[in-house]
């Protein structure tokens, strides 16, 4: 995450753009030479150090455990790998400051595009169809979570929408569904968000509003 600023620079400016060894240009040319995937490491690690597949596995497993002993070890292996393929003691080890960040966060390409695919399916759905989207929100949000952290979820959904100009019809006895729903292109408050309305009393309302509308308490 620290690498974005530099990954920016290096995308407007590709004079930039620069590599420690010439062998990091093939596995680094997507990203404008920085350091952004588990699978960056995995392969530096095969083709300036080294390593097997496997023990690339083992260095990313690692990192990925945070495992300050571990990853000692794994840094003299990477020294010794690379220098027995010609780097410098002092370019192995720049090279091995560029992957140590990776203890801390990291993960894989595939990962990464899932989540870039994710990001932009439920950016365009936001953007075109709000109301809808805020309403499928704010109910997923009463179902992932219990307590202060859901409340705090669907104020912060609710804020939101009203950022977006989507009203929120408050919990209505006569009007509210289960979950959020949607109502003359506004969102009109789930039953089941309200605090202490239990799902056993949802369904007697639910049952007792097919009689007709409620008049009285």
């Not at 620290?2 to 920016?8: K, L």
């Not at 300036?48 to 497993?61: I, N, P, T």
């Not at 571990?70 to 002092?90: R, S, V």
């Not at 140590?100 to 966060?105: D, I, K, L």
Request: glycine share 6%; hydrophobic share 40%.
């Amino acid at each position: 995450l620290e690498m974005i600023p530099e990954y920016i620079a290096r995308k407007h400016n590709p004079a930039l753009i620069s590599f420690l060894d010439p062998r990091l240009e093939p596995i680094l040319d997507q990203s404008f030479g920085v350091i952004v995937y588990q699978d960056d490491v995995m392969l530096i690690a095969i083709h300036l150090a080294g390593y097997c597949w496997l023990e690339a596995d083992k260095l990313r497993k690692a990192m990925g455990k945070k495992i300050p002993a571990e990853m000692k070890k794994q840094k003299e292996t990477f020294i010794q790998g690379a220098i027995k393929n010609g780097l410098t003691l002092k370019k192995a080890e720049d090279i091995f400051e560029l992957i140590a960040p990776f203890a801390g966060y990291g993960f894989n390409k595939a990962h990464a595009s899932c989540y870039a695919t994710i990001a932009f399916r439920t950016a365009y759905l936001k953007a075109h169809f709000p109301v809808e989207f805020m309403t499928a929100l704010l109910t997923a949000e009463s179902r992932g979570s219990t307590g202060p952290q859901k409340n705090e979820k669907i104020s912060i959904a609710v804020a939101e929408c009203k950022r977006l100009k989507i009203d929120v019809l408050g919990p209505n006895v006569n009007r509210s569904e289960q979950d959020f729903s949607i109502e003359d292109n506004k969102v009109r408050f789930g039953l089941s968000a309200v605090k202490n309305v239990g799902s056993a009393a949802i369904t007697t309302i639910l049952e007792g509003r097919e009689k007709g509308e409620f008049t009285g308490i």
